[in-house]
């Protein structure tokens, strides 16, 4: 299994950034689909998390400027982000919690994460 995010860059503050991640290998279903987030110094954490219902959570910090999606046809989730600010700079991960079989449980799976900086 593999996750291959795409999408990062160079933007101005109030600019908008779409990322990506597609998911390929023996998937048999993503279950919740998340972006995660490291700044130089913090820990990662999370940004936003979709589910396979459809249900949405973002971190506060976002709220309102960043929107999640997902393709589940194409195993594909996206991160719309608007209205950057400067605080937003930082290494961006996809996350998938998928089975590989049904009957496995559960596994978390990575990104090699994608640069988003944004200038003030």
């Known amino acids: 299994v593999q996750l291959v995010e795409?999408?990062?860059?160079?933007v101005q503050a109030?600019?908008?950034l779409r990322l990506s991640c597609v998911g390929s290998g023996s998937i048999f279903l993503i279950n919740d689909m998340s972006w995660y987030r490291q700044a130089p110094g913090k820990q990662r954490g999370l940004v936003a998390t979709?589910?396979?219902g459809g249900s949405t959570n973002y971190a506060d910090s976002v709220k309102g400027r960043f929107t999640i999606s997902r393709d589940?046809?194409?195993?594909t989730?996206?991160?719309q982000m608007n209205s950057l600010k400067p605080e937003?700079?930082?290494v961006y991960?996809?996350?998938a919690n998928l089975k590989v079989r049904a009957w496995f449980p559960n596994q978390a799976y990575w990104g090699q994460g994608t640069q988003v900086t944004v200038s003030s």
């Open 93 to 95: 991960y996809c996350n």
């Open 88 to 90: 937003d700079t930082a």
């Open 77 to 79: 989730w996206n991160l």
């Open 72 to 75: 589940n046809a194409k195993n």
């Open 6 to 10: 795409s999408g990062g860059g160079l």
């Open 14 to 16: 109030g600019g908008s």
């Open 50 to 52: 979709i589910t396979s």
